[in-house]
Structures are given as structure tokens and as C-alpha cells.
């Protein structure tokens, strides 16, 4: 089992930046590739980043490509999400995600991922 939990969101004008955490705690957190997801009111849940366990390689949605960028720290059990350029569409409630990282592909869609945490609420105000 891992567990997780999402820190750091709040309401930021656009334009504004914010840094989301997302704590692991249980498993080896190094044996997991983790990413970010994000759903607005109404709408399916969407891939927003993803890292592997080592860090070496990042993969983003095009809509947040540019803005955001995903990062790790494994001796601390946290990954981070640094936003910048945030518009309104971005407001969603995000949610820190974690699947084991074989040596095989990386699945993106949200029933790739195995653990979830509880999700943290961004605003973006116009």
C-alpha cells in the first residue's frame, strides 16, 4: 500500500503561480512512477504529468506542456507540481497518483494508476 496526500492548493488570480506536494507514505516511494490528475466540476478526470521513479523522464498533457512542471524527491517521499501561467481552466480539484514502475511503458490513464490520494482544490480567478 501507499499512501498519499496532496498540500498546497488555494484561489490565485490568473496569470499566478502555485506549487503542489504530494507526500507518499508505506511502500518503497522509489519503486513507483507517480503523477498528477485534475477534475473539474462536470468533467472526467484528466492526466495532467507524470514522472518516473528515477525522475529521468516526464510526460505532460499539452494543455499544461510549458506551464507546469512535475518533479521528485525521493529521499523526502514527495513529489512536487509547479504551476505557472495559470488560467481559469485550470481550476480543478488535483489529485497525486502512484503505479509500480516496471521496466515496461507507463500508462497515463487514470486506471493505470493503483494508489490516490484525497486531492487538494485549485482556483484560478479570472
Known amino acids: 500500500q501507499v499512501q498519499l496526500a496532496e498540500s498546497g492548493g488555494g484561489l490565485v488570480q490568473a496569470g499566478g503561480s502555485l506549487r503542489l506536494s504530494c507526500a507518499a507514505s508505506g511502500r518503497t516511494f522509489s519503486s513507483y512512477a507517480t503523477g498528477w490528475f485534475r477534475q473539474a466540476p462536470g468533467k472526467e478526470r484528466e492526466f495532467v504529468a507524470a514522472?518516473?521513479?528515477?525522475?529521468?523522464?516526464?510526460y505532460y498533457a499539452d494543455s499544461v506542456k510549458g506551464r507546469f512542471t512535475i518533479s521528485r524527491d525521493n529521499a523526502k517521499n514527495t513529489m512536487y507540481l509547479q504551476m505557472t501561467g495559470l488560467k481559469p481552466q485550470d481550476t480543478a480539484v488535483y489529485y497525486c497518483?502512484?503505479?509500480?514502475?516496471?521496466?515496461?511503458?507507463?500508462?497515463?490513464?487514470?486506471?493505470?494508476?493503483?494508489?490516490w490520494g484525497q486531492g487538494t482544490q485549485v482556483t484560478v480567478s479570472a
Open positions: 514522472i518516473r521513479r528515477s525522475g529521468s523522464s516526464t
Open positions: 497518483a502512484a503505479q509500480f514502475d516496471s521496466k515496461y511503458g507507463l500508462g497515463l490513464d487514470p486506471g493505470s494508476f493503483d494508489y
